[in-house]
């Protein structure tokens, strides 16, 4: 099983809809979570960080953590097309490693 | 605002040769990574460095090496390039305690 699941997509949702990313982690007392979004060609850059049970906002975006369920979810309101990326999911192990998931393709349609 | 800069955007390596990848980072980071980036498997880590003259083995460390002689400097050498080593290669480096990590724009090395 991989550390951390990401679906790969293509996710497609039309402008002004809200995109739902999803990852599932497997090392139970992993306690730091993270979003980062990359564009084609570009390096990851973080948009979220989340480390308490629950959701927490910043702007448009949404990120929710259930640890007992063990996944991390990043929504996006209100998605534009500059929203079309590749969003990765990193988890910090209980060593200290990040672990990253592959990656879901996100594409926002006009 | 951090700023990680990597020494090459694109580069061309013949099989056998040594390679050298460079990684600057201004903000007095301690901890600094290697990555490379391949499609369907995400970033994988090669080496790390907690500070200065320390290295740690990632999960893919074979056919490569590292050094941190410099705080602010990590370098990654590809001892004999292979063409299973064409891939994007990512440096990121964060403040030690931190969990977030920050990243170079990468590397798009094509070993042919």
């Known amino acids: 099983q991989k550390e951390v699941e990401q679906n790969s997509g293509p996710l497609s949702v039309p402008e002004g809809a809200i995109a739902s990313l999803n990852c599932t982690y497997s090392?139970?007392?992993?306690?730091?979570f993270f979003w980062y979004r990359q564009y084609s060609g570009k390096s990851p850059e973080l948009i979220m960080s989340i480390y308490s049970n629950g959701d927490k906002e910043d702007g448009r975006f949404t990120a929710q953590l259930n640890k007992a369920s063990q996944y991390v979810s990043l929504l996006i309101r209100d998605s534009q097309p500059s929203d079309s990326a590749t969003y990765l999911c990193a988890v910090n192990m209980d060593n200290n490693d990040m672990r990253f998931g592959a990656g879901t393709r996100l594409t926002v349609k006009p | 605002d951090v700023k990680v800069t990597q020494s090459s955007r694109y580069l061309v390596k013949r099989t056998g040769e040594k390679v050298f990848l460079e990684c600057v980072q201004d903000m007095d980071h301690e901890n600094m990574f290697w990555y490379r980036q391949d499609p369907g498997l995400g970033l994988r880590l090669i080496y790390f460095s907690y500070d200065v003259k320390m290295k740690e083995k990632g999960d893919i460390p074979e056919g490569y090496s590292v050094s941190r002689e410099k705080k602010e400097r990590f370098s990654l050498i590809l001892e004999s390039a292979s063409t299973n080593q064409t891939s994007m290669y990512l440096c990121a480096s964060r403040i030690q305690g931190s969990y977030e990590q920050y990243f170079g724009p990468g590397t798009r090395l094509t070993v042919t």
């Open positions: 090392d139970r007392v992993s306690q730091s």
